[in-house]
T-cell receptor
């Protein structure tokens, strides 16, 4: 069974600085997808970024980028120029390329951006 | 376009009571799922459906029932509520179960307290 591990329960960063959230996963699949979701205090789940395993190029979305290391099964999220609105829970998630389509989540990292 | 609508947003139940959490989507998504979120546990899959008339169990199905009579609706039933079912419940949908197309759309969640 696939597992997703986020080893940092809580992190903090100063406004305008850069922070990296860690995520590792375990799978025997070769075709899969990885995601980072943001959950602000409003409780809404917001997709931040996604990565297809077959793509070697790391995904980027504005201030958010990933470091995808397929051999190491690592998928970290880098947030540049951190903003107060980035304060949230961040969840790493895995989905295999098969027919079920289920997302498997890590336990989350609580990020606090300090002014 | 409402996306995924969950009702109610908040609910308090007494131990032993039954209730149904409603989930409806208007995007013609084939895949729908229910997760529960508990502190320090991330989101865990309860049940999922890859199309009308098809449902299956996830990681934590005990105490919950689902049905999928239409593409739009995927209700979650608690037959006899227990304090261990106190949690935040999320419904999510996706266009196709075997491909990651546009990601998953989440409802806004239901906070359930069982006393």
């Amino acid at each position: 069974a696939q597992t997703v591990t986020q080893s940092q329960p809580e992190m903090s960063v100063q406004e305008a600085e850069t922070v990296t959230l860690s995520c590792t996963y375990d799978t025997s699949e070769s075709n899969y997808y990885l995601f980072w979701y943001k959950q602000p205090p409003s409780r809404q789940m917001i997709l931040v970024i996604r990565q297809e395993a077959y793509k070697q190029q790391n995904a980027t979305e504005n201030r958010f980028s990933v470091n995808f290391q397929k051999a190491a099964k690592s998928f970290s999220l880098k947030i540049s120029d951190s903003q107060l609105g980035d304060t949230a829970m961040y969840f790493c998630a895995f989905k295999d390329g098969g027919s079920q389509g289920n997302l498997i989540f890590g336990k989350g990292t609580k990020l606090s951006v300090k002014p | 376009n409402a996306g995924v609508t969950q009702t109610p947003k908040f609910q308090v139940l007494k131990t032993g009571q039954s209730m149904t959490l409603q989930c409806a989507q208007d995007m013609n998504h084939e895949y729908m799922s229910w997760y529960r979120q508990d502190p320090g546990m991330g989101l865990r899959l309860i049940h999922y459906s890859v199309g009308a008339g098809i449902t299956d169990q996830g990681e934590v199905p005990n105490g919950y029932n689902v049905s999928r009579s239409t593409t739009e609706d995927f209700p979650l039933r608690l037959l006899s509520a227990a304090p261990s079912q106190t949690s935040v419940y999320f419904c999510a949908s996706s266009p196709q179960p075997d491909r990651e197309v546009d990601g998953y759309t989440f409802g806004s969640g239901t906070r359930l307290t069982v006393v």
